[in-house]
């Protein structure tokens, strides 16, 4: 099987409309809470996208009442007692990081559908995509504090200060406190709210917008956007996003853009590159 062909898998589902691709947690008689073998199965999907440019814009999703409600701690066989197997732990805690450092590394931005629980691991999988829409249900928190955990788990306290600032990000992570919907979208967390029904037309809305950029340039937005945050020098941002611009006035799609405004239509951009 090639590496961008995607299996079937058993805990999600992968529906290719086109450049999109529609990924859902599908395991809702456990609120799609993640066991070893779905965050196997996500790590293997995440990978297949590295090199796809085919796939445009990955829209993430849960099944059923929540998005997902973190850790599944009563699946024993898979995860045990969190406390009784360190070598355990440190081996889902490795899955979990790399499958973090995946949503991040992947071309394509990730749109999480957000709606009932978002819960510790399944929070960072909401912080870990580009844009967040909430459902009016959506609750979420740093489970990890509430368990005798540091609140500071698999990147929340790398991605919760730039989203909503310190103050609310130490209190997010010191409380475990849940923030809903109103807050998430108040405090930046989110970039809009819908009813749950109506998430998946907010998706297409947004998806369409993405569509309308070349296909080079989303990636380079991406690409660019990960390695300024690593940055607190104007300077050498400003010299990071000049050499990524350069490199994308010498390809065909600055060509393309700019005769499809000339001429009052919509661009056709090729997704071979």
Known sequence: MSD???????????????????LTFNRPDRLNALNDRMVHE?????????????????????????????????????????????????????????????????????????????????????????????GESVRMNVAFVKLGLSGCELGTSYFLPRMVGLSVARELLMTGRFIGAARALATGLVSEIAPDSD??????????????????????????MELTLRSDDLQSVMKLEEHTQMLCLQGPDFAEAIAAFSEKRPPHFSTSR
């Open 199 to 224: 998430l998946k037309a907010a998706a297409d809305r947004m998806v369409a917008d993405l569509l309308q950029t070349s296909p080079a340039g989303l990636r380079k937005t991406k690409e660019t």
């Open 4 to 22: 961008l062909e995607i299996p079937t898998y058993q805990t999600i589902a992968v529906v290719s409309d086109g450049a999109v691709d529609w």
């Open 42 to 134: 996500l790590c293997d999907y995440f990978t297949r996208r590295q090199r796809d440019h085919a796939c445009r814009v990955i829209v993430m999703q849960g099944a059923g009442s929540a998005f997902c409600a973190g850790l599944d701690l009563k699946s024993r066989a898979d995860f045990g007692a969190l406390d009784a197997d360190v070598d355990a732990a440190d081996s889902r805690r490795a899955s979990l990081s790399g499958l973090v450092m995946l949503m991040r590394s992947c071309p394509q931005p990730i749109v999480a559908l957000v709606h009932g629980p978002a819960c510790g691991g399944g929070f960072i999988l909401a912080l870990a995509a580009d844009i967040r829409i909430g």
